[in-house]
Each structure stands twice: as structure tokens, then as C-alpha cells.
């Protein structure tokens, strides 16, 4: 009888033991106080990078830069050689004679005022056996003693080959306000025939390959800077600057 007391005792003791265990292991996964998840586990994981592939992108992007450098490299080039050829085959322009038709200085009350004429002959000679030369559009402006005469507009000129042509400039300014003291002084030294001039045209020139092949449109620039009438008179032409006016 004793014997099963005991294990009655025993069996209510386990019962009430396993009762509080399971109690305790809800409350405490309810409350969130149990054992921590592995959030890092449960997020799907990305495979990693391929090596192979970062270097194979790598490889891609340098040699495509260096082919871009390469390319750039060779348009400039290009551009340069380019850009040679037609200044070499630009002609030789130089101013020949300078003839002073008229100045006068009238004084008012208020103003100096000059009424001037001038011309100028300039030659352009075409060194080239092969290319024909052609300009177009083409305006000149002539200054003297710091003094403006005034813009002429010229017509066409086309030369062949090997060829030489004159180009005549005139301008000319009436009763215009001027500094008293620059209008004396163009007056002296008009009289004394030592007057600086200065001649700049702009236009455009165009290229003919052998008469058929052109290459049109390119601006032009002539510069005749601090030519003295004194040494044109002793029959020193004077060497113009010509340049592409890009």
C-alpha cells in the first residue's frame, strides 16, 4: 500500500512539473523572450560576384577608352594636316602703291573735319601649279595715322594657277570729325609722302583641284600692317600677312 502512495505521488509531481514547463515555454516565446531568430538566415543571400566578370568589365572599359583616345588622336592629326595643306596653298599678297587723291581739313567752331581719298593696289600671286583659287565676299578696310577711311566692298576675284591679279582699294571719307591734331598731321604727312597705312581684308577663299575637286567656303584674313608710303614710293613692296581666319 505504502509502495503505491509513493508512485501516485510521484506520477502527480510529474504531471504538475511538465504543466509549469509548457507554461513557462509559452509565455515566454508570447512575450518574445525566447530564443532570438536568425534574421540573416531567414533573408534569401545574393550569389556572390564573379570574379572572372569584374575583370572581363575592367578590360572592356580600358580598352574602349584607348580606342576613343586613339580616334581623337588621329582627328586631330587629321584636322592639323589638313588645316597645313591649305595654308601652304594660300597666295602671297603684297601692296605695291599707295596714291593719295585728296585731304583736306576744314575747322568749324566745334569740329575738325577731314574729306580724304586714297587708294591702294595690292597683288595676289598664286604659287600653285595645280589649284585655282577663288575669292568671294570680300570687304578691305584702310586706316591711316589711327584714322579710319572708311570699308570698300570687293568683287569677286578668280585665279588660275600660277597666276598673279591686282586688287585696288579706294576709300574715302567726307567731312568727317577728327581729332585737330591727327588731321594736321595726316596733312603733313601726306605732303611729305610718308604717311603709314594699314590694309586689312576679310573673305573667303575656295580651292580648285585640277579645275574639278573644290573645297569652298574657308575665311580669309589679309593683314598690311604699318606700311610706310615712303619706301612704296621707292619701289619696296610690302609683304602682307594672309592667314586662315578660323
Not at 172 to 196: F, I, W, Y
Request: glycine share 6%; hydrophobic share 40%.
Amino acid at each position: 500500500m505504502a509502495d503505491s502512495g509513493s508512485k501516485s505521488s510521484k506520477t502527480q509531481l510529474q504531471k504538475n512539473l511538465s504543466r509549469r514547463v509548457s507554461f513557462n515555454e509559452g509565455t515566454l516565446t508570447k512575450s518574445g523572450l525566447g530564443f532570438p531568430h536568425d534574421t540573416e538566415a531567414q533573408q534569401p543571400r545574393r550569389p556572390p560576384c564573379c570574379p572572372s566578370c569584374h575583370t572581363f568589365c575592367n578590360s572592356i572599359c580600358a580598352w574602349a577608352l584607348l580606342i576613343i583616345v586613339i580616334l581623337l588622336f588621329i582627328l586631330l592629326i587629321a584636322g592639323v594636316t589638313y588645316f597645313s595643306i591649305l595654308q601652304s596653298n594660300l597666295p602671297e599678297v603684297h601692296l605695291q602703291r599707295i596714291d593719295v587723291n585728296r585731304v583736306e581739313v576744314n575747322r568749324t567752331r566745334m569740329d575738325t573735319l577731314l574729306t580724304a581719298d586714297v587708294q591702294v593696289r595690292l597683288n595676289a600671286t598664286n604659287k600653285n601649279g595645280r589649284i585655282a583659287l577663288s575669292y568671294s565676299r570680300m570687304s578691305a578696310t584702310l586706316t591711316t595715322e589711327g584714322i579710319n577711311l572708311g570699308t570698300e566692298n570687293l568683287e569677286s576675284l578668280k585665279q588660275n594657277p600660277g597666276t598673279s591679279s591686282d586688287i585696288m582699294v579706294r576709300t574715302a571719307v567726307r567731312r568727317m570729325p577728327v581729332l585737330g591734331g591727327a588731321a594736321d598731321e595726316l596733312v603733313h604727312n601726306s605732303n611729305d609722302k610718308t604717311m603709314m597705312v594699314d590694309v586689312v581684308l576679310k573673305g573667303h577663299i575656295d580651292f580648285f583641284v585640277d579645275g574639278r575637286n573644290h573645297m569652298t567656303g574657308f575665311p580669309i584674313r589679309v593683314v598690311c600692317v604699318n606700311v610706310d608710303q615712303w619706301k612704296i614710293d621707292n619701289g619696296n613692296a610690302h609683304r602682307c600677312d594672309v592667314k586662315m581666319n578660323l
